[in-house]
């Protein structure tokens, strides 16, 4: 599995240095805040892309967090019950549960 992930690790590498390598081209970016002149397209496409890995990333930080707290919660609830059933296994069983007295013999 390791060496498929590295095979498609290698793969996106070299179609992104591809792309880079055919878009020297110069434009111009206007963002809400600061608006450059001539940039090459290669850096353009650069930056997106690492901004792209940071934010997908933090997605999937927040994601592997957010299940590591669930397993937690439901670990310790199981606990609980597990915990509770075994105290229920351990009870004395009282033999008066069923008065001799009313049974009736045929």
């Known amino acids: 599995m390791k060496l498929i992930k590295m095979l498609i690790l ?3 590498i070299l179609a992104l240095v591809y792309f880079l390598m055919n878009n020297n081209d110069e434009a111009t970016v206007n963002l809400l805040f600061k608006q450059t002149d001539q940039t090459a397209v ?3 496409m ?6 792209g890995l940071v934010v997908g990333f933090l997605m999937a930080v927040t994601s592997i967090l957010s299940a590591k707290n669930t397993s937690r919660t439901l670990r310790s609830k199981n606990k609980k019950l597990v915990d509770e059933l075994n105290r229920l296994r351990n009870v004395n069983i009282e033999e008066d549960l069923i008065p ?3 049974i009736q013999e045929a």
């Open 100 to 102: 001799t007295d009313t």
């Open 46 to 51: 650069l930056a997106s892309f690492g901004i």
């Open 10 to 12: 290698i793969l996106v």
């Open 42 to 44: 290669a850096n353009i």
